[in-house]
């Protein structure tokens, strides 16, 4: 939504020289020799955007996020009057995420310039993504009284309405920006999205397909159509896509190694180093497949969230497992490497889970540490005999969206009323006031284990999994720990999603049984569906 006009105070043949050697250097990723010739060329004309850019990109892929923000604030607060270069440089700092900056200096033209529907537009996308909906609404929607035939004003007025629920509002608006201007991809990328979210699978793969008709190389579209591919059960051809997913920011981080990604090559004799991508959960869903590698290689070295060095250290014994350290990247540090080949850990199941049937009608289960089990064992012992069944119920990061894939504690209160159940808690968020809430409301408690931290200290959050008969919970990560535990599973999540690969249960993980929940869902009334199954299973 940028001219990205370039405001230069002198136009001399050695300043543009030195910015177009800038432009090549950071293009093969020599960012600090990129950033010393933009600085030469900000020395002879500080507003050059094009340099000030340049620079900042490169300071953010060198880690000096600092300094890049030091030079938005100057560059801001030199930036005068000239509303154009106002503009193009509250873009400059959106993209990358100084958001702050961004918002003063879109709010900055718009006190000159109040119908500026660019700046209408650009600020309420930006207040939509720091959780001010109805903010996001009103400047959109001024927008559009502005401009009534922007159709990218629709288009996101339809982005920030899916945000709220309001989805039939949400596809009207995307309606009406196709029927005035159908050329604009992420219109229908977006609208992908929302299709996604009403379980219309196949419309979503058509609306992707029209932006990618639009727009070729949009890596957003392209990672979108691999989710979605892989959601309907076309799984090649989603994993084929999958790495667009880095491509455009999506999954990280982002090492390329030039020449060592690994694509399936005999690993006879081969180093090959696989890393974490993403969260914890989805780190345990593709670990599932590295008995597997680690059968087929010489040697596996591990790189993954220091919480489960042990753990994964004691379940492969025999392979390297170390914290993500970034030691090397395959960027500026590149010397490095200590293997042959390399991997993301979801391009490793890209090569090893091409089908459903390529998966293991069982995987090998994560072995916590012995002792605290034992402790575990002890513990659970002591608040009395029955089954011990652990609970999770929502997630560290839930907005209008995700919740609909989450309940409340009090949702389950049947389920502490079933005869001999023991309640336990995995929940790793703050539970205080909900179990409070359920001990004073319906005398019953959710026993939770004393000094354990279920997110920092992940072996003791997998001793205590691992002892108990059964898990219930949504798309978190106690649940994926408890399937790769093995641990008999109740789970309750969307009926599409990609992890599912196109079936109705969740290959990775054996142990689950898998629920539907959507935007229609009677909550209580499926808690209480999935209560009346465990307890037919722990009786049975």
């Known amino acids: 939504m940028s001219t990205m006009t370039k405001r230069r105070s002198s136009s001399g043949t050695d300043t543009e020289r030195r910015f177009a050697q800038g432009q090549?250097?950071?293009?093969?990723?020599?960012?600090?020799?990129?950033?010393?010739?933009?600085r030469k060329v900000l020395a002879s004309d500080p507003a050059h955007l094009g340099a000030i850019t340049g620079l900042t990109q490169c300071l953010i892929a060198t880690k000096r996020q600092a300094e890049a923000v030091a030079l938005l604030n100057h560059a801001a607060d030199?930036?005068?009057?000239?509303?154009?270069?106002?503009?193009?440089?509250?873009?400059?700092?959106?993209?990358?995420?100084?958001?702050?900056?961004?918002?003063?200096?879109?709010?900055?033209?718009?006190?000159?310039?109040?119908?500026?529907?660019?700046?209408?537009?650009?600020?309420?996308?930006?207040?939509?993504?720091?959780?001010?909906?109805?903010?996001?609404?009103?400047?959109?929607?001024?927008?559009?009284?502005?401009?009534?035939?922007s159709a990218t004003a629709y288009g996101m007025l339809g982005k920030v309405l899916t945000g709220t629920k309001l989805f039939d509002d949400a596809l009207a608006c995307y309606h009406r920006s196709i029927e005035i201007d159908a050329g604009i991809s992420h219109t229908w990328t977006n609208l992908a999205a929302l299709y996604e979210i009403l379980d219309r699978q196949h419309d979503a793969l058509e609306a992707l397909q029209r932006a990618l008709a639009i727009d070729p190389?949009?890596?957003?579209?392209?990672?979108?159509?691999?989710?979605?591919?892989?959601?309907?059960?076309?799984?090649?051809?989603?994993?084929?896509?999958?790495?667009?997913?880095?491509?455009?920011?999506?999954r990280q981080p982002y090492r390329p190694f030039p020449g060592l990604i690994w694509e399936g090559q005999d690993l006879t004799g081969k180093t090959i180093m696989v890393w974490r991508e993403q969260g914890l959960g989805d780190d345990l869903h593709f670990s599932t497949c590295y008995s597997d590698l680690v059968a087929r290689a010489s040697h596996v070295i591990i790189e993954t969230d220091r919480r489960l060095v042990p753990l994964y250290q004691r379940t492969w014994p025999?392979?390297?497992?170390?914290?993500?350290?970034?030691?090397?990247?395959?960027?500026?540090?590149?010397?490095?490497?200590?293997?042959?080949?390399?991997?993301?850990?979801?391009?490793?199941?890209?090569?090893?889970?091409?089908?459903?049937?390529?998966?293991?009608?069982?995987?090998?289960?994560l072995v916590p540490d012995a002792a605290r089990m034992a402790e575990c064992r002890e513990w659970l012992a002591s608040i009395g005999p029955g089954p011990k069944v652990g609970i999770s119920w929502t997630s560290g990061k839930v907005d209008d969206l995700r919740s609909i894939y989450y309940t409340q504690l009090a949702d389950w209160a049947a389920l502490f009323k079933l005869e001999g159940i023991k309640v336990v808690n995995l929940q790793y968020t703050n539970v205080e006031q909900e179990a409070e809430a359920l001990l004073l409301e319906h005398g019953l408690t959710l026993h939770r284990m004393p000094g354990l931290d279920l997110f920092n200290d992940l072996e003791g959050a997998a001793a205590?999994?691992?002892?108990?008969?059964?898990?219930?919970?949504?798309?978190?990560?106690?649940?994926?720990?408890?399937?790769?535990?093995?641990v008999p599973t109740f789970h309750y999540g969307a009926a599409r999603i990609w992890t599912k690969l196109g079936t109705d249960h969740m290959p990775w993980f054996p142990s689950l049984r898998c629920y539907d929940i959507g935007r229609s869902t009677d909550k209580p009334k499926m808690a209480a569906a999935i209560i009346a199954d465990m307890d037919r299973f722990l009786r049975g």
């Open 24 to 38: 090549r250097l950071q293009a093969r990723d020599r960012h600090e020799d990129a950033a010393a010739r933009y």
């Open 78 to 149: 030199n930036a005068g009057d000239d509303l154009h270069y106002i503009f193009d440089l509250a873009v400059l700092c959106t993209n990358v995420k100084h958001s702050t900056q961004a918002r003063s200096l879109y709010e900055r033209l718009l006190e000159v310039e109040p119908g500026h529907v660019a700046a209408l537009i650009n600020l309420g996308v930006l207040v939509d993504e720091l959780g001010e909906k109805q903010r996001a609404v009103d400047l959109i929607s001024r927008a559009i009284e502005m401009k009534p035939d």
């Open 217 to 250: 190389e949009c890596d957003a579209a392209r990672w979108n159509l691999a989710r979605t591919l892989l959601a309907t059960g076309y799984t090649g051809e989603g994993w084929d896509m999958y790495g667009f997913g880095f491509a455009c920011g999506q």
């Open 318 to 365: 025999s392979a390297t497992v170390r914290p993500e350290a970034w030691r090397s990247t395959g960027l500026d540090n590149y010397g490095e490497v200590d293997f042959d080949y390399t991997a993301p850990a979801g391009l490793v199941a890209a090569q090893l889970r091409r089908r459903v049937a390529d998966f293991p009608p069982a995987v090998t289960p």
């Open 464 to 486: 205590l999994t691992a002892c108990l008969d059964v898990t219930v919970g949504p798309p978190s990560f106690p649940v994926a720990l408890a399937g790769a535990l093995g």
